[in-house]
């Protein structure tokens, strides 16, 4: 048996989980700054925000142009591949024009990555 959601609690969830993302890479942040410095904290920071863009990404391509779950999994196919692109992105402007630190940079987005995957799982039960 399949629990139907509304599409107003999906695109409420889809929108809260680039704000969580933030919430968890500011704490990574922080953690790595107590322990390794500021431009590790930076770093870190930087790597949570391309993980938050990214899922933000994904769920403006999933609610717009805010109509009912029409061609939904479509939608979400698209979303998801805008969302590596901008990633992609967004990491080869981190690495090459910026001096994050990588591991920092890499952990960071795990991280934020993880609660992504973690927040969707525990969302729709």
């Known amino acids: ?15 809260k989980i680039p704000l969580y993302q933030l919430l968890i890479g500011v704490l990574t942040a922080v953690f790595f700054w107590l322990f390794q410095g500021q431009a590790a904290a930076v770093s870190a920071l930087a790597g949570a925000v391309i993980s938050a863009l990214g899922s933000l990404m994904f769920a403006f391509i999933v ?34 024009q910026f001096s994050f630190q990588l591991m920092a940079l890499l952990i960071g987005f795990i991280v934020t990555l993880l609660a992504f995957w973690v927040a969707l799982l525990t969302s729709f039960k």
Not at 2 to 14: G, H, L, R
């Open 1 to 15: 048996m399949t629990t139907e959601f509304s599409w107003q609690e999906v695109k409420k969830t889809v929108f």
């Open 63 to 96: 609610a717009w142009p805010f109509s009912p779950e029409q061609a939904m999994v479509g939608k979400m196919v698209k979303g998801e591949i805008l969302k590596f692109i901008v990633i992609g992105a967004l990491f080869y402007l981190a690495i090459t």
